[in-house]
C-alpha cells in the first residue's frame, strides 16, 4: 500500500529541545483547518462529528454522451467528486493489444479447426481490440489509466446509506456501477481531496475519447473566435460558435434533418442571416416560397420560376467575365446545353443516341453564329440567343430526328415560356433565392438542370464563399437530375469554396439513396431537430448516437437539436433576435400582425 502520510503534516527535521517547546505553541494553517479525529471503520470515516463514505466507479456506462458525469455533479446532496487520469504508454498498450489479439485469433483457430462456430462475442472483442491498436499506433487515441471515486457525506450511518443508495440509482441508471472501499476509508477520503494524489487506485484503462466524456463540459462546448453563433447550448449555456469555412473543417457542407415543423428552416434562415453579416453569400432552393421576407430585407434577388412568372433564365448565357486558364467559354456552354436539351428532348430516364446529339451540336453552334457570337471571346459580349432562335435553326436544317417538335413544347407551348427568354433578373446579388414552389411538376428536373448549371457557373467564374442551401431537398431528389446534381455539388464543393446545406424531412428516402449517401459523407456538420419514432432509429443508427441523445432528439421542443461538428455532440437550442424572427417565421399568427399595423409587433420593418 502506499504511504498514508497525511497531506496536511508536512514533514519536518527533529527539532532540537528548545524549539520543540516553542513550537508547540506554534499554530500553523493545519491546526486550524485539520478536524480533530479521524476514525475509520469498514465502510465509513468518522471527521469530527461528520461521517463519509467512499465509492469507485467499478463498471462505467457502455452507452455515454459528452459530459455524462453531469449527472453526478447536479447530485442534490454534497458529493466530492475525484477523477484520476494518468496516461498510459501507448508503445506498452499496443504490445499487450498485439498480446491480446495473438490469443484471440488462436482461440478462433482453434475453434475452426474443431468444426465450432466463431463466437460472436470474440469476434466484437477482436474488432475492438483491432481498432484500438490502430488508432493507437496513428496516434488519435492515447490510453488513459482512469479512476473515478465519489466521497458521499452524512451525519449519520443511516444518512450514509440513504445517500450511497440513491447515488447507486443514478449510476444504475446510467448502466454504471460503484462499489464502497471496504476497509481503505482513509486512503479513499485521501484520494478525494483536491491533492492529485490516487490512494486507492482502483482503475479502468479508457481510450481518449472515453475520458473526453467524462470531462465536464469539456467536450460539449465548441465556441471559436470567429464564426457564426448556431445557438446556445442546451446543457451548459455556453454559445456554439462555428466557422463553416475554417480551413480545418474538410468542407462546408451541413445536413439537418427533422421532423416538419421541428425549426430546420427557420434555423437555416437565422444562420443565413448572421451568415450574411461575414460577407458569406447565399444561393437558396426555395420549393415552399418562404424565403422572400429575408430576401427582400438584405437586397436579394428572388427568381420565381413557373409557367407564369416573368423570371427567366437563359441557359444560353455565357459567363459574364472571362477567366484565363485557356478555356473555351463557348465550347463549355454548348455542353452544358446539350445535357439540358437531353433532358427536355430524350425520354424519361434515356438519354439522346450519338446521331441525335451530333446535330444539336451543329445546330447550337449555328444558333450562337447567328447571334453573332463565335469562339472569338470578343464576341462573348453580344446578347445571346435564346431557345427559339435554337428552334428556328433546327426547323431550317430540316433534321430528320423530329427534335425540332419536341423542343416546341419548351419555346412556345405551356412549358416555354420559362427557359426560352433572356435571362430577367440579375444574379450577382449576395442572396439568390429560385422559388420553384408553383414550378409545373414536368419543369422540375430541366429546372434543376439549369439552376445547378447556372450556380456552378457562378461558383467556378468567381469563388467567394457562398452558400448553396437546398430546402425540403428531398423534392429535388426523388428525380434522377436533382439527386445527381445534389451529389455531385455536395462532393465538388470544396474546391469552389462552396457550402452545401441540405435540409430534408424524409430522412429515410434521404438515407436510403446513393445520392443522400454521398451527400451525408461530405457533409462535415450535422444537425439533427426534433425526431419521431418512424425515423429517430435510423438517425441513431447513422449518427452513432447515444440512448440519451436519442431521448432528447424524441422530446426536444422546436428549435432544438443535436449539432454534431468536430466529433462534438451538442444539444443546442436556436435563438433569434425579434428582427430575425420576424424575418425567418412562417407563423401565421405573427405574420398577420406584421401586415397589420395596429397590432404592429413593435419590430421596424428592415
Ligand atoms: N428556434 C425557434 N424559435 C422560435 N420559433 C421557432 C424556432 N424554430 C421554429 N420556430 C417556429 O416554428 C415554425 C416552423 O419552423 P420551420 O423552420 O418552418 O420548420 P421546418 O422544420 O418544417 O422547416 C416557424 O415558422 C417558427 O415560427
Ligand atoms: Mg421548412
Known sequence: ????????????????EPNRRFALGERAVADLVAPAAIAESRA????????ARILALTDYPRHVSPNWIGRLIDFDEPLDLSLHLEPLDSGDVVRSLTHRMVELQSSRMLDAKGGRIASVEREVAYEDVERLRDALERGDERVFSTGLYLGLHGRTTGELDDAAARIEGVLGGMMAGARPALYEMLPGLLS????????????????????????????SHLAVARGLLYGENVHNHS??????????????????FAKSGAGKSYACKVEALRALLLGIEYLVID????YGRICEAVGGQMIRLSGTSAHHINPFDLPAT??????????????ALQGLLALMLAEPGASLGPRERGALDAALYETYRDAGITEERATHGRPPPVLGDLLAVLRASDEPYGLADRLARYVGGSLGHVFSERTSASLDRPFVVFNIRDLEEELRPVATYLIADHVWREVTRDPRPRVLLIDEAWSLMRYPEGARFLGEMARRARKRWLGVTTVTQDVQDFLGSAAGHTVLANSSVQLLMRQDSSTVGIVEETFGLSRGEREFLLGCSKGEGLFLARGNHIALRVEASPLEHALSTTSPEFLATLSNPETNSGVDAP
Not at 203 to 217: E, G
Not at 239 to 256: G, H, M, R, T, W
Open 287 to 290: 420549393p415552399e416560397d418562404e
Open 322 to 335: 472571362t477567366d484565363d486558364e485557356g478555356r473555351d467559354p463557348l465550347a463549355e456552354r454548348v455542353l
Open 192 to 219: 478525494c481531496l483536491p491533492a492529485g494524489q490516487d490512494h486507492l487506485r482502483r482503475r479502468r484503462n479508457l481510450d481518449t475519447s472515453s475520458v473526453a466524456t467524462m470531462i465536464p463540459f469539456g467536450s
Open 239 to 256: 454559445l456554439v460558435i462555428f466557422d463553416p469555412f475554417s480551413a480545418d473543417q474538410e468542407n462546408a457542407n451541413k445536413v439537418v
Open 44 to 51: 465509513q470515516i468518522a471527521i469530527d462529528a461528520n461521517a
Open 1 to 16: 500500500m502506499p504511504s498514508l502520510r497525511a497531506p496536511w503534516r508536512p514533514r519536518r527535521r527533529p527539532p532540537t
